[in-house]
């Protein structure tokens, strides 16, 4: 069956602006996850959403950053006023139990 | 929060050879995942594994939950192994499913 899908897969954006993040997760799963892989900083976790539950936001590393989740499945990570150190690959990932599948990335480029 | 260190950071063999990766963690866990890194950033699953021993084709896997550390097993390594394996784990104390990753093992097999 199909995997995690997100889009863009690469994004070029400029210092300031406003950037969407796509995710699609595998269809039935109801717990979605958001990462980010930095050289610096290696592979962190951003926000968590299980079902109709509050989200788990204690990842997000500024209040320039938030995410939603659509009908349960899409979701949409947003950061607002880009920073170059917001240069990363944010990777979505999502499961049913415990296992998280990934999805390819969107690698973000701010210049 | 948990802490989890991989070891070797860099390893380098030669085509056939086995290798043992290691992952130790600080905290109970009710997740750890084994992953592999291909080139093009794609995280692959290869084992769930929050106790208990498996194997799949080359590769095997065993977590013993009571002394917090993991060790993954590549037997007969070909140049397809190449890239970076992470060992991730989700604490029992941490209230949610977030997954806290190792620094990986980068592994080059060379022909």
């Known amino acids: 069956g199909a995997g995690v899908s997100q889009s863009p897969s690469n994004k070029v954006t400029e210092k300031g602006k406003d950037v969407e993040l796509r995710c699609d997760p595998i269809?039935?799963?109801?717990?979605l996850y958001w990462y980010r892989q930095s050289l610096g900083q290696g592979l962190e976790f951003l926000i968590y959403?299980?079902?109709?539950?509050?989200?788990?936001k204690s990842g997000l590393p500024s209040d320039r950053f938030s995410a939603e989740r659509t009908g349960g499945s899409v979701s949409t990570l947003t950061i607002q006023r880009t920073q170059q150190e917001d240069s990363a690959v944010y990777l979505c990932?999502?499961?049913?139990?415990?296992?998280?599948?990934f999805g390819p990335g969107t690698r973000l480029t701010v210049l | 929060g948990i802490q989890v260190e991989q070891s070797p950071p860099d390893l380098i063999l030669q085509e056939g050879a086995n290798s043992t990766l290691r992952c130790n963690f600080s905290?109970?866990?009710?997740?750890l995942q084994w992953f592999h890194q291909n080139p093009w950033g794609q995280l692959i699953n290869l084992f769930y594994?929050?106790?208990g021993t498996k194997q799949n084709g080359r590769l095997s896997a065993t977590t013993v939950a009571t002394e917090r550390y993991s060790l993954l097993y590549i037997s007969s390594s070909q140049t397809t192994d190449s890239g970076v394996y992470f060992c991730?784990?989700?604490?029992?104390?941490?209230?949610?499913?977030?997954?806290?990753f190792g620094k990986g093992t980068k592994l080059t097999v060379n022909p």
């Open positions: 269809s039935g799963h109801t717990a």
């Open positions: 959403f299980q079902g109709n539950s509050a989200p788990d």
């Open positions: 905290d109970s866990v009710n997740n």
């Open positions: 991730a784990v989700a604490s029992i104390q941490g209230g949610s499913e977030k997954l806290v």
């Open positions: 990932a999502s499961s049913l139990a415990f296992e998280q599948f």
């Open positions: 594994i929050p106790s």
